[in-house]
């Protein structure tokens, strides 16, 4: 495959390269009030790409900016039909972890922390990681021994994940209530002191606008019709501003995965629910860990603004509806007050939902599909944001190679037919 | 919150019912091939749009019904008692 060869930059002269980012910087334009370059630039659709990504989340964007920075490949295009991580990527609670229940998991997703860990210097953007430990807590001797299970592969694996007791929580989290008169008292917990969260919208724009520099085109309100293929291969993309030849596609949708598989009949195995999430008015720091509960459906930290993010089960039927109900916010408010009681008199400041591609075995299916030249990066569930980085690397790495690399093996599409299924419904946040 | 209008017992809040799944979604015939079985178990059509689907009045009737449902609005173009409903429409994916 000769993708690395083109390389047909269109920036507009008046646009320059973007600034990198410094103090001084800051410092130079709050005295001399010049303006900041535009962090990406608007393209006319080309007639044709060496690679178009569908979907401008943080997995397509990451996937263009692995392509371009790990193997030179920048004849690429991200097409979104709305707005540059306005789907599950602008949508999420920000949670990144990576103790998971099965090895295959473990290792990926730690490989995914790895990389947040690096990329505020490797894209010069302040994407805001904040590594203050993650607590799932248990409230019944199933949980215990669930989060016995994980401790013990994650430490296998290398990762910082033990169980402690409630006593232990109390003293990480002063304001949880771990006395023993509660509905479901605290029992213990399963700590993962790299555990952390992120502010997401930052990796998008970090994404885009170094994907964007190396000569990546990210296309918004862009809308694919149809995909075009011949004799099992894809020759090209039909869109809302026009026509695109290309022999390689990579779905990165997420929620509406199953509309663009449906393009090429490729039958998914997915089910879409929508995940609903709700935020507080800010108050002052106080909760110094991510906190979550299985048993009581619930997890929640607070950002740096001093917002509550809470987040909880998705909703019990399939839907593309991005609606919230009242159902969630009773549920969640009555939940969280059996954990935190002081916060109480705290306001909801507003609440939305995102759209999860729940897979049966909650693993994601990546790689190759019958359809030559149709990859994909989809079934994540709810697992989506804390994977954007490794699966940005390993999806560009597939592409550029054409071979699929053994951080993912396990997640391909066959192994719904052959049997081989990942469960990793354990390592759910809340039993969905 | 949706309010879905139970054939039996009248509208009632979403939270008293059971998606059952996709309506028309058949088990294969107990000597199958294991792909087979596996792709019943796991392939749905996941549409987006309008969709006929089973629902369960767990905490009302225990009646399984028929309904027709577009996934983006939640909106019920009809519902009926298990199996009765209209015939095959334009739009829908059954």
């Not at chain 1, 993650?134 to 694996?157: F, G, I």
């Not at chain 1, 997915?270 to 709700?278: E, K």
């Not at chain 1, 001093?306 to 987040?311: A, D, I, R, S």
């Amino acid at each position: 495959m000769a993708l690395g060869s083109s390389s047909a930059s269109a920036k507009k002269p008046t646009s320059g390269r973007p600034a990198r980012y410094s103090a001084f910087d800051i410092f130079k334009r709050g005295v001399t009030h010049e303006d900041w370059p535009r962090t990406f630039t608007q393209h006319d659709l080309k007639k044709s790409y060496d690679v178009v990504i569908i979907g401008a989340g943080v997995h397509g964007l990451a996937c263009a900016y692995y392509l371009a920075k790990n193997h030179g490949i920048t004849n690429v295009a991200v097409l979104d039909k709305a707005y540059m991580g306005g789907g599950g990527s602008g949508r999420n609670t920000a949670i990144i972890r990576s103790n998971y229940l099965t090895p295959e998991g473990v290792r990926f997703y730690d490989r995914s922390v790895k990389l947040y860990e690096g990329l505020a210097a490797d894209l010069n953007y302040n994407v805001m990681f904040s590594q203050r430990g993650h607590l799932t807590l248990a409230h019944n001797d199933a949980s215990m021994r669930t989060m016995a299970w994980r401790a013990e592969v994650n430490k296998l694996q290398g990762i910082n994940s033990s169980v402690i007791d409630a006593e232990e929580v109390g003293k990480i989290v002063p304001y949880l209530d771990v006395s023993k008169n509660t509905r479901y008292p605290i029992l213990g917990a399963l700590y993962h002191p790299p555990g952390g969260i992120i502010r997401h919208d930052a990796v998008n724009w970090g994404y885009a606008r170094g994907a964007d520099h190396m000569g990546v085109e990210i296309h918004q309100q862009t809308e694919v019709l149809s995909i075009e293929t011949k004799e099992g291969k894809v020759t090209g993309v039909n869109t809302s501003r026009g026509h695109i030849s290309t022999n390689m596609v990579v779905s990165a949708t997420a929620g509406w995965a199953s509309t663009i598989s449906d393009m090429v009949g490729v039958k998914m195995p997915l089910i879409t629910h929508p995940l609903q999430a709700a935020v507080t008015e800010p108050v002052k720091v106080f909760l110094p860990a991510v906190i979550v509960s299985g048993s009581l459906h619930v997890y929640v930290s607070q950002t740096d603004r001093g917002e509550l993010v809470f987040g909880a089960s998705v909703d019990p039927y399939p839907s593309y509806s991005m609606r919230g109900s009242l159902e969630f916010t009773e549920g969640l408010a009555t939940h969280i007050l059996e954990l935190i009681p002081s916060i109480g008199s705290l306001k909801l400041l507003r609440q939305w939902a995102g759209l999860c591609d729940m897979t049966p075995d909650y693993s994601p299916i990546m790689g190759f599909t019958p359809v030559e030249g149709f990859v994909v990066d989809v079934g994540w569930g709810t697992y989506g944001y804390k994977a954007g980085p490794v699966s940005g690397e390993t999806m560009a790495q597939l592409v550029a190679t054409g071979k699929t690399p053994e951080l993912i093996s396990a997640f391909s599409l066959d192994r719904f037919a052959d049997g081989r299924l990942v469960g990793e419904k354990g390592a759910a946040s809340v039993g969905h | 919150m949706i309010i879905i209008d139970c054939p039996h017992c009248g509208p009632r809040n979403s939270t008293e019912f059971r998606h059952a799944g996709e309506a028309g979604h058949k088990r294969p015939v107990a000597t199958t091939d294991p792909a087979e079985w596996r792709y019943y178990l796991y392939v749905h059509d996941n549409p987006m749009g309008w969709t006929r689907e089973t629902w369960f009045h767990g905490s009302g009737c225990r009646k399984f019904f028929s309904a027709e449902r577009n996934t983006v609005t939640n909106e019920f173009r009809w519902i009926a008692p298990f199996g009765q409903g209209p015939a095959h429409t334009e739009e829908s994916g059954a």
